[in-house]
Structure formats: C-alpha cells, structure tokens
C-alpha cells in the first residue's frame, strides 16, 4: 500500500523562528519519488521540490531545506528564519508504482504570526 | 503565459443538477488529472487522463464523469449520482507518464463547489 502521513495538523511559530514539518511516506516500490507543496490562500499548489528513491542527499533552497532518510521513510521540510509570508498549507506527496497518480498526505497548516 | 486556468473559481450547483468544471491547460502536457479537497484531509485523485480519448477512473471516480477530446481540456461533471460534491476541486497536468519523472505536476487555482 503507498501512503503518506503528515502528523502535524497544524503548527504555529512566530516569525523568525525556525519550523520542521514532518512527513513519513509508505511504498514497496524501490523507485518512486517524493514531492512538497505550498498551498497559498489562493488553492492553488505551487511545486516545491522534487526528490527521487535514489537520491539521499538533503537540499537547501534560501531559507528552505529538506531531509530525506530512507532509513525511517521521512522526507521532513524544514523552513528556517520563517515569515509571515510562509503561512500556508503544505502538502507532501508519494509518486511511485506506475507513477499515475500522486498520493497527497492530509497536509500541515502553517501559521507564521508577526 | 503558459499554465492551467480553471473556472469558475465557485460554482453553486442546486441538489439534482449536473454541473460541469471546465480545465484548460496550455502547457502542451499529455497527462491530466482532477483531485478533490475536503477540509482536513489530503487531495484525493477522482480522474486522470494520459492521452487524448483515453481516462483512467482515480480513487473516488462515483459520481463524476470526464470526457478528453482535445489535448488542452479536460473537463469535469459532477453528477446527480454525487451524494456529498461540495469539495474544492483541483485540475493538474505533467508532460506525460513516461517522463513524470522529470516533471512535477501543474495545478490550476481550483474550483470551489457549493451545493445549495
């Protein structure tokens, strides 16, 4: 079964303080990949990252970073120095199988307070 | 500019009727897909199309129906047959299955459906 599981419901920080949301996916696929969304106000989702099975190294964009550990199946995203402009929900996602479909996790809403 | 454009951005639909969410996409992407939001819960898949004339039934297919005649459009009817269809509804497209790999998906801004 592929699943995604993002814990975290909701989170609130103040600005500048640094956040991590989690995320723990599920697939015995050896090859699939693994996705963060920003979800906006607005609807619509903005792609974030893109991270495949085979590739463990962490990124680093701006103030934007994420961990991938095949070890525990997570693939958390850690935003540092945050602002307000950073609220939102965010959405993890599994692409995996016969990539047809992403599976999306519930998602996480941030709340970055001034 | 390139990118997806779905409307209306909220539809009201009265208990009974069809209503039909329009998606275009002007990427020159093959695959196309429609996925539901409900509050506090994941975007689930209800449709997707890989190619021209050609869909595939997602999770949730009951009580929607989509058609694919031309490669950009990929609209969406919510049926009677839908017992609970207010939802916030998302269209996206890739460039194709074979190269979702090097992709990621697009999405248009939503529509929100109310029944009344």
């Known amino acids: 079964a592929q699943k995604v599981t993002q814990a975290q419901t909701e989170i609130s920080v103040v600005e500048k303080e640094d956040v991590t949301l989690d995320c723990v996916y599920e697939t015995r696929d050896t090859t699939y990949y693994l996705f963060w969304y920003k979800q906006p106000p607005s609807g619509e989702l903005v792609f974030l990252i893109r991270?495949?099975?085979?590739?463990?190294q962490n990124e680093i964009s701006g103030r934007y970073s994420w961990n991938f550990q095949k070890s525990t199946s997570s693939f958390n995203f850690t935003i540092t120095a945050s602002q307000v402009v950073d609220s939102a929900v965010y959405f993890c996602?599994?692409?995996?199988?016969?990539?047809?479909?992403?599976?999306f996790g519930a998602g996480t809403r941030l709340a970055v307070h001034p | 500019d390139g990118g997806i454009t779905q409307s209306p951005k909220y539809l009201f639909r009265k208990e009974g009727q069809n209503v039909t969410l329009s998606c275009e996409q002007n990427l020159n992407h093959d695959a196309m897909y429609w996925y539901r939001q409900d509050p506090g819960q994941g975007l689930r898949l209800i449709y997707y199309s890989q190619i021209v004339n050609d869909f595939q039934k997602g999770d949730i297919a009951e009580g929607y129906s989509v058609s694919r005649e031309k490669k950009e459009s990929f609209p969406l009817t919510v049926t009677s047959a839908q017992k609970n269809p207010t939802a916030f509804y998302l269209c996206?497209?890739?460039?194709?299955?074979?190269?979702?790999?090097?992709?990621?998906?697009?999405f248009g801004q939503g529509t929100r459906l109310t029944v009344v």
């Open positions: 996602a599994l692409l995996s199988g016969g990539y047809n479909k992403l599976i």
């Open positions: 991270r495949n099975s085979f590739d463990e």
């Open positions: 996206a497209s890739s460039i194709d299955r074979s190269q979702t790999v090097n992709t990621e998906a697009f």
